[in-house]
């Protein structure tokens, strides 16, 4: 049994949000794919939650698409520690940039959990999802800030995520198990966001 989103070991993943893989994404989809991620990343912000972003071959895909640079900024400036790498493995957690990176990401009581957000589901969301369980965090996908360019492989991407013991998530689920209570400063700033 997965235990709820804690502030000390959370940390947000996202995954290969980049801009010449939108326009192959189902509109209505990745609006709010890309509104629920930029949630996620102001979440991570205000509870101090580490951020890790990869870029699949920038070169070719492009960089990371505007509005979810927009909220990186935004959480940069509230202080939120971000750390960024390209790749040219599917799963962002087989990077050797993540590799290096990750002892440093290590909490002392318990496993990471690790709350990922991305694109394709079926591909980069899963092999990270199924990379990083594999090695002991405890994984968190939210349902609907992934997408595929089908909603086959979407749907099949989540499977394969919770068969790879990850729990199929939504953004609202995160924010308010990371929130814990109601009536906090916190509270107040990030359920606007979800509503």
Same mark, same amino acid.
Do not use: N
């Given at each position: 049994?997965?235990?709820?989103?804690?502030?000390?070991?959370?940390?947000?993943?996202?995954?290969d949000l980049q801009a010449r893989l939108v326009p192959a994404m189902p509109d209505e989809i990745v609006a709010?794919?890309?509104?629920n991620s930029a949630v996620l990343i102001a979440t991570a912000a205000k509870l101090g939650l580490p951020i890790v972003v990869s870029? /699949?071959?920038?070169?070719?895909?492009?960089? &990371?698409?505007?509005?979810?640079?927009?909220?990186? !900024? @935004?959480?940069?400036a509230a202080g939120a520690v971000i750390h960024r790498y390209d790749k040219l493995e599917f799963s962002a957690?087989?990077?050797p940039a993540f590799l290096a990176l990750a002892p440093r990401l290590a909490v002392g009581h318990g496993p990471? /959990?690790?709350?990922?957000?991305?694109?394709? &589901?079926?591909?980069?969301?899963?092999?990270?999802? !199924? @990379?990083l369980a594999h090695r002991g965090a405890e994984v968190h996908v939210v349902s609907d800030a992934?997408?595929?360019r089908a909603e086959t492989n979407w749907k099949i991407g989540l499977e394969l995520c919770g068969r790879a013991d990850a729990v199929v998530t939504s953004t609202e689920v995160v924010v308010?198990?990371?929130?814990?209570?109601?009536?906090t400063d916190e509270f107040k700033a990030l359920s606007k966001l979800v509503k």
């Open positions: 049994m997965t235990a709820g989103l804690e502030r000390g070991r959370a940390g947000l993943f996202v995954v709010d794919v890309l509104r870029e /699949q071959y920038p070169k070719g895909l492009g960089p &990371t698409v505007e509005p979810i640079e927009a909220a990186l !900024r @935004d959480a940069a957690a087989a990077a990471r /959990q690790w709350i990922v957000c991305g694109m394709e &589901t079926h591909v980069c969301v899963y092999q990270t999802a !199924r @990379d992934v997408c595929s308010f198990d990371l929130l814990v209570r109601a009536g």
